[in-house]
């Protein structure tokens, strides 16, 4: 991995430059963290998120594991029992689900099984999302299955300073989090101040203020809403862009504040639109903000299909075009 | 044992009393020796060890009746396993860490956790319900094999801490049929875990026979991954004692995981909610009884002269006081608060679980002003 330009506290970093980063930071913070995962050792991880890690914390913190994910997750589960905070490597989206089982029936629930005696802190690294011309398994947006399921929280970063930090605060937190890592954005690169304070991990963020339309996003489509909000601007519309950070706990409050003076929301995410997290924004937004709405909520998202071949993935993501298409609808309401 | 060449099926169907079965005691009650296993015990040791196979054989029978008297809502009773699971379980030191399935109740009495304890999750009062570091004995785990990788990774913690804790995971016939005991045996193997695998092989999974989960005897598994794997007498306390207390001792070691099959025969019912009528011969169950693992110790005993009758009657007194102790526990056994549902899931707070268990209260609460005939 090239050496990121430093300045002071500050650096360019890519989004993998700053997971890494930030996970060193917790192998040197705390010597209970480990990390797991298929190929994560001398090849660093697929994406080299993990890039020179066994090398300087040896093979013991940095963990080669078998070829088996219910395994990595279950034995994980095991050492955080001994004490130690394991962060999972899932290679890819769609190769979560053999551990599937072990994350809801087991990681989180034995807190509340054990009356609270017991405590999980492990984070499941996923890289997530398509649009990088993959073959299928790879472009997988299974977010909603987990935050679905009480006991566990769902986070995702979409910049390199987000990465730098919810890492540490996810490997800090003692309950088990899904961290959801938008693959597609792992090369845009920001300045990371090392010495800031972050905020709050389950925090949404205004990303972009405004008055036409409120628009919530995560992961990998809150740089696709940036972009619309960009155009949108063009033509004398100034759109409120949140990016929600974390999906479960998923912060209402912020969307809340924001549509009572937009009157306006679109909510949009990679996963289908059918019974994603977009389903339980405008549920609840409707519900909190009803006379403030000047439309329903709209969404957009993927289709009720299998993820499609990646020569025709451009048509199922969401882009700038159907993002100000939304916008679009609901002001025209 | 052989297996068939041409379809692989076993040959003559396994009966478990090939030369491979380590056995210290017969089911005569005769001593026999082992060239590899052995037990030197005190009288007061044999002892110690039959109070234990009939006082966990008498809580047994007690949840059995609070379940058909309406008091639980469902029991898996260990009914022919006691050997297995006192033999392995006072193989254990304190500093082991035990994995059980939701059958280990002789275990849990070895590992000093409270009857009543077990009861609260068979009763509906909760989930798991105890501190599992208190007796180093983990929740109990009803998804059948995922707590063999949990005692793994537990294994790899242990390892890394340099400490001398072994661990034993436990787990059925049945569940060396799921993936996740397959990757416990890889895992365990390729990181040389402290780690015994503890199969209590009872012959049944709900219904399905042995053949139905393998085409070789189950102990010659562990050859495959890269450890050994015994087959030992699982209704011989005396072998099941040696024989684990040997693995943890090799675990110790360092010198890895092994495999422990203990061929054993499971009397009564799945649970309670079940029905072996329907799929297996009286006569098996007859011949296993010939097998039982208390009379056979108790045979060894009175053939030894050991124990006098003051010990079997105060045996017994204790055995009465202990079904009494269990009844009276579990009819006074109070129902949760059902707000505690929104207690403990999660470790740290989370607004949704807050706001909800607010409403949940408001909701209740707004019954109280209609007095009590509101409701």
């Known amino acids: ?333 | 044992m052989a297996v068939d060449s041409t379809d692989g099926t076993l040959f003559p169907p396994d009966s478990g009393a090939g030369p491979e079965l380590i056995q210290l005691l017969t089911p005569e009650g005769e001593r026999v020796e082992h060239p590899d296993y052995a037990v030197d015990l005190s009288d007061d040791e044999y002892l110690a060890l039959y109070r234990d196979l009939v006082l966990v054989r008498r809580f047994d029978a007690e949840a059995t009746a609070l379940q058909r008297q309406g008091e639980l809502g469902l029991w898996a009773s260990l009914l022919g396993q006691e050997a297995a699971q006192i033999g392995s379980g006072r193989a254990l030191r304190s500093n082991d860490y035990v994995f059980p399935t939701y059958r280990e109740h002789g275990v849990a009495w070895c590992r000093g956790v409270d009857p009543l304890n077990l009861l609260g999750m068979f009763r509906g009062v909760n989930n798991g319900g105890w501190d599992p570091r208190e007796n180093n004995f983990h929740l109990y785990t009803i998804v059948i094999g995922a707590q063999s990788l949990h005692g793994v990774g537990y294994a790899m913690g242990v390892q890394r801490d340099g400490t001398d804790t072994a661990v034993v995971t436990y787990f059925g016939d049945g569940a060396s049929s799921q993936g996740d005991v397959n990757e416990a045996f890889t895992f365990a193997a390729v990181f040389n875990a402290p780690v015994v695998f503890f199969c209590q092989n009872n012959q049944w999974a709900i219904s399905e026979p042995t053949e139905r989960q393998m085409k070789v005897p189950l102990y010659r598994r562990a050859a495959g991954f890269g450890f050994p794997g015994v087959r030992v007498d699982g209704n011989d306390v005396l072998a099941c004692l040696a024989v684990t207390r040997a693995a943890l001792d090799r675990a110790r070691r360092g010198e890895g995981p092994m495999l422990i099959e203990a061929f054993t025969y499971r009397m009564g019912a799945h649970t309670t909610s079940d029905d072996p009528t329907r799929y297996r011969l009286s006569a098996e169950l007859e011949e296993w009884k010939l097998k039982d693992p208390i009379e056979r110790l108790k045979a060894f005993l009175h053939k030894q002269g050991i124990g006098d009758p003051g010990f079997f009657a105060d045996l017994e007194a204790e055995s009465e006081e202990l079904g009494k102790r269990v009844r009276n526990g579990v009819r006074t056994m109070p129902d949760p608060d059902p707000a505690s549902m929104f207690a403990n899931v999660y470790a740290e707070p989370h607004p949704l679980v807050e706001r909800e268990r607010a409403e949940f209260e408001a909701y209740h609460a707004s019954f109280v002003d209609a007095g009590e005939d509101g409701h």
Not at chain 1, 29 to 51: A, C, N, Q, W, Y
Not at chain 1, 176 to 204: C, H, M, N, Q
Not at chain 1, 253 to 278: C, M, N, Q, W, Y
């Open chain 1, 1 to 333: 991995m090239a050496p990121a330009q430093s300045t002071g506290t500050t650096r360019q970093m890519s989004m993998v430059q700053a997971l890494n980063t930030g996970l060193r930071r917790s192998l040197e913070s705390d010597p209970k963290v480990l990390i797991m995962g298929e190929d994560i050792g001398k090849l660093g991880g697929v994406f080299r998120v993990t890039d020179g890690l066994q090398k300087d914390f040896g093979e013991d913190r940095v963990v080669d594991t078998p070829l088996a994910e219910s395994g990595i997750v279950g034995t994980a589960i095991g050492l955080a029992l001994a004490g130690y905070r394991p962060v999972v490597e899932i290679q890819f989206d769609g190769f979560v689900f053999p551990a599937y089982d072990q994350i809801v029936t087991q990681l989180a629930k034995m807190h509340a099984r054990s009356l609270g005696y017991v405590r999980l802190p492990i984070v499941i690294r996923i890289p997530f999302g398509g649009g990088i011309g993959a073959v299928e398994h790879h472009s997988e947006s299974p977010e909603a299955y987990f935050a679905h399921t009480a006991g566990l929280r769902v986070v995702s970063c979409s910049n390199p300073v987000d990465a730098y930090w919810m890492i540490q605060q996810a490997i800090a937190s003692d309950d088990p989090v899904i961290f959801l890592e938008p693959k597609r954005r792992y090369w845009t690169k920001a300045e990371v101040d090392t010495a800031a304070t972050p905020g709050p991990l389950y925090d949404s963020r205004v990303v972009r203020s405004g008055d036409a339309c409120t628009v919530v996003a995560y992961g990998p489509m809150v740089a696709t809403c940036l972009e619309a909000a960009a155009a949108a601007a063009e033509e004398g519309r100034e759109l409120e862009v949140i990016d929600l950070r974390s999906v479960s706990p998923l912060d209402f409050d912020t969307i809340e504040k924001s549509v009572e003076r937009t009157g306006h929301l679109v909510v949009v995410h990679e996963a289908p639109s059918f019974l994603g997290i977009g389903a339980e924004v405008a549920a609840t937004i409707t519900e909190r903000c009803f006379y403030h709405l000047q439309a329903p909520v709209l969404r957009v998202g993927g289709y009720h299909t299998p993820y499609p071949p990646s020569r025709v993935e451009e048509e199922y993501l969401p882009d700038l075009d159907r993002v100000l298409d939304a916008v679009d609808r609901s002001l025209a309401w």
